[in-house]
């Protein structure tokens, strides 16, 4: 199957609210049931060992959605005594909004507008200890997609994780099948999104021409997610 980029709806700056807010309820769903969330907490944990205690640690989250992961690693830190602190951005005006409604009360999370092609216009280098972008760069162009892994690595001073879909028949069936009786915005966003997902191959070709050599690819057969996720060498040396 080759790489199919058609306009999700939900992407739309006339979307409606209403329609808007259950898309984003149903991604939120499949993030808790479908690898999302894992697969942010699975690269956080292997790191935490080495997190200082007496300084915040920061994550930038790309294209954030209703910022449900970040409240799930914030949540997370606590638990384990870390003070994580996350900075949400998203493009979408409507989608900023339910972002910092989803996360009113959580003074470890803070949500801004701002487009993920202007990173390192916003954000100095290294000004964040790691930065995630979940289930976002497949709604790229590929000269879209190395920009923005570039500025990740950029702003990243540890690390990085890219957390997107595996494109397969297989999961585009399962998506099909998921998304029944579902609005037609999120059966239309589900299908489209798997198609415009990545092989291995060409995710790890994409992360080595942006020049992150340091975060190797794994995958869920189960769910059909993928991380590209690592440290950078030494980062936390001294």
Sequence with gaps: ?????????????????????????????????????SALLTHLKAWS??????RPISLLDVATGSADLPRAAVKWAQKQGFDL????IDKHHETVGFARKHTEGIPAI????????ALDARFPAGSFDYVHAGLFLHHLPESDILSVLRQMSGVAAKGLIWNDLVRSRV??????????GQPHMIRHD?????????????AESLAARAGID?????????????????????????
């Excluded at 199919?4 to 939120?28: C, F, H, K, N, W």
């Excluded at 060992?49 to 007496?54: G, L, S």
């Excluded at 602190?85 to 949400?88: E, G, H, Y």
């Excluded at 999961?171 to 029944?180: E, G, M, S």
């Design 214 to 238: 340091y975060a190797p690819f794994r995958w869920s057969v189960i769910t059909h997610r993928f991380t590209i996720a690592g440290e950078k060498p030494g980062c936390w040396a001294g």
């Design 171 to 180: 999961a585009h069936r399962v998506i099909r099948l998921l998304t029944l």
């Design 49 to 54: 060992h080495q997190w200082p205690r007496d």
């Design 110 to 117: 803070s949500v801004e507008q701002c487009d993920a092609l």
């Design 1 to 37: 199957m080759d790489r199919t980029l058609t306009p999700e709806l939900m992407d739309d700056p006339g979307v409606s609210r209403q329609e808007l807010g259950r898309a984003l309820r149903y991604i939120r769903t499949i993030n808790r049931g479908l690898g999302g969330v």
């Design 190 to 202: 589900a299908a489209v999104s798997v198609l415009a997902g990545f092989t291995q191959e060409e």
């Design 85 to 88: 602190r996350v900075t949400c």
